[in-house]
């Protein structure tokens, strides 16, 4: 079975400030990793995934995250916050390649 | 835009009444999903179709549920007898499979209020 825990419901950061939205996953077989954003009234956009290759894995709009099995993470970052980053954070797993499991998600807030 | 399309954006219905939903995938992919979020959720599994077959239904979709993906293109969830607790954003996905994990892509989701 997976399942994905994601620590930290709502996270702040000061604008130019360092972002760090946590993932941690449980799964029995090598799992697929993702982090997705949502914008209010918006459906998912995918930023990044992990799929086996190198364990560090760059996204779009600057966001990156970093595969440590021994920890079963995939922490998302970004070295500086932009205001457009606030939205709500979503880690997924899979290993299947049929359902994706979703963790509660992180609203990031990003203070001017 | 080619990218997944969803039809109604927001629908209020009473309840007891029957709702029907549609999705548009993105036209190459054989892959198309359907998932429920509830607010301060992440969106949770219905079902999913391999082309027109359904392959999986979650226990979470009850037999008021029922999605159809007839011609393996566009897909119907239809929820009958509505009930204030199917209030949630109907989210649909696709996917291409080519055997291994693929991205899926998400539409702007179908926001239902059950009054």
């Known amino acids: 079975a997976q399942s994905v825990t994601q620590l930290g419901s709502h996270v702040s950061v000061s604008e130019g400030a360092l972002v760090l939205l946590r993932c941690n996953y449980s799964?029995?077989?090598?799992?697929?990793l993702f982090w997705y954003v949502q914008y209010p009234n918006q459906g998912l956009q995918l930023l990044l995934k992990y799929t086996s290759a190198a364990t560090l894995v760059k996204g779009i709009n600057g966001f990156e995250a970093e595969f440590k099995k021994s920890e079963t993470s995939f922490h998302l970052t970004k070295p500086s916050a932009h205001m457009s980053d606030a939205a709500e954070y979503f880690c997924?797993?899979?290993?299947?390649?049929?359902?994706?499991?979703f963790g509660t998600g992180t609203s990031l807030t990003v203070i001017p | 835009d080619t990218g997944v399309s969803q039809d109604p954006r927001h629908k209020i219905t009473k309840r007891g009444q029957n709702v029907t939903f549609r999705c548009d995938p993105i036209s190459e992919h054989n892959r198309l999903y359907w998932y429920r979020q509830t607010l301060g959720q992440g969106p949770e599994f219905l079902t999913y179709?391999?082309?027109?077959?359904?392959?999986?239904k979650s226990r979470l979709l009850s037999d008021r549920f029922s999605a159809e993906r007839p011609k393996g293109s566009f897909s119907t969830l239809e929820i009958q007898r509505t009930e204030q607790g199917d209030s949630a954003m109907y989210l649909c996905a696709s996917s291409f499979d080519r055997g291994k994990q693929e991205t899926q892509y998400f539409g702007p989701g179908t926001r239902l209020l059950v009054l």
């Open positions: 799964s029995s077989v090598p799992p697929y």
């Open positions: 179709f391999q082309n027109e077959a359904q392959l999986e």
């Open positions: 997924a797993v899979s290993s299947t390649g049929n359902q994706f499991y």
